[in-house]
């Protein structure tokens, strides 16, 4: 992968190293939007169905959880909740202002001199992106303890400390949002100029937020799928005991097939942007000892950043549906042979009697 040296852009968007304008020409991007990938309607179109996805979904979980009595599944759904608001959160506050560049073409530089508004976009995209990722993973590690330690009152999560958890991740999230206005690293314009994200360039403070992010989002995506592939094989070991058998636990069955299948779509859509970043990072790092030169990406990489983005976008969508499809009432109706079954501890072998009653009670 090249790199070449950018000429500033014409007019009153003159790039300035130390400004959000300083590695994509505006200009060019306008030109060249209505023959590129670029399109309003695919990010008002997609924007629409997501934010609709996601209400519907909060809707069910919102009904769901006044007719719950369990509280491992009580506090799953808490997790859930927490990550239907953050996509529906990402996507309203992305397409509030991404959608409106694509239909006026607004100019950052005059519209945006302070780049405070490419800050909070690129804030909210960082944001919103790692939130689920993090979630994902406290909710794979939730159901690793609950499935393996089902006996622990260690392993039992309160809906309150659910909601504590989730706002702990949210705040981390918040922090490493901030970083770049912190002073490690910058939010810049991205191509087609509709959208700022964390700076590829040669600098030492760019290079470690850009690392940080794709690892971390790495790492989270790893974490679940060890605690998930675990998890699986629990269950599936203790499935097969010829004294349970009969005896399943549909609701962490439930649990894992929609946890599975949040990991899968996380995977799909979110492996191949942090991927490339980490790339990219690579040759970045044997530019540093060049960083006084304003340089740039070369246009191939940026319309891949640009279809990654988008495969990103797919992740706020199709979260919600894992747990509207995946359901045991929707599941029921598709295969009315899945009844109810006692679910409680019964996956384990047959306890005393004054035990599962000390384990069970409150």
């Not at 304008?21 to 695919?42: C, K, L, M, Y």
């Not at 959880?65 to 506050?93: E, I, N, P």
């Not at 409680?344 to 409150?362: A, D, E, F, H, Q």
Request: aromatic share 12%; with cysteine; net charge positive.
């Amino acid at each position: 992968m090249g790199w070449g040296e950018m000429e500033p852009p014409n007019g009153s968007e003159t790039a300035q190293p130390n400004t959000c304008f300083g590695v994509f020409n505006a200009s060019d991007g306008r030109a060249t939007a209505q023959t590129s990938i670029t399109s309003p309607w695919f990010s008002t179109a997609f924007g629409l169905i997501g934010l609709c996805s996601n209400l519907f979904a909060l809707c069910v979980l919102l009904s769901s959880s006044r007719k719950l009595s369990s509280q491992a599944r009580s506090s799953f759904l808490v997790f859930l909740c927490g990550l239907v608001v953050t996509d529906f959160m990402g996507l309203l506050l992305t397409a509030s202002v991404i959608i409106p560049y694509h239909f006026i073409k607004f100019p950052w530089a005059e519209v945006d001199p302070g780049c405070h508004l490419c800050n909070f976009l690129g804030f909210s995209m960082v944001f919103f992106g790692q939130c689920p990722l993090l979630l994902g993973a406290t909710m794979a590690g939730e159901r690793f303890f609950g499935i393996n330690h089902p006996f622990s009152r260690s392993t039992s999560i309160s809906k309150r400390r659910a909601w504590s958890i989730v706002g702990l991740v949210w705040g981390f999230s918040c922090l490493l949002g901030l970083l770049p206005v912190l002073g490690l690293g910058r939010y810049t314009l991205q191509y087609p100029g509709s959208w700022c994200f964390l700076t590829l360039l040669p600098d030492t403070g760019d290079v470690i937020f850009c690392l940080l992010f794709a690892l971390l989002g790495i790492f989270s995506v790893l974490l679940s799928f060890v605690f998930n592939t675990i998890s699986v094989v629990t269950l599936c070991r203790v499935y097969h005991d010829r004294e349970s058998v009969q005896r399943r636990r549909d609701s962490e069955v439930e649990m894992m097939v929609q946890l599975v299948g949040i990991m899968i779509i996380a995977t799909i859509c979110w492996m191949p942007l942090l991927v490339r970043l980490s790339f990219i990072v690579q040759t970045v790092l044997q530019q540093l000892p060049a960083s006084g030169q304003l340089q740039m990406l070369p246009m191939e990489t940026q319309k891949m950043l640009l279809i990654y983005i988008r495969m990103v976008t797919w992740n706020q969508i199709l979260d919600p549906w894992v747990y509207i499809l995946f359901r045991r009432a929707v599941l029921q109706r598709v295969y009315p042979s899945l009844r109810p079954r006692p679910s409680v501890l019964s996956l384990y072998p047959i306890l005393n009697p004054s035990l599962r009653r000390k384990l069970t009670r409150g």
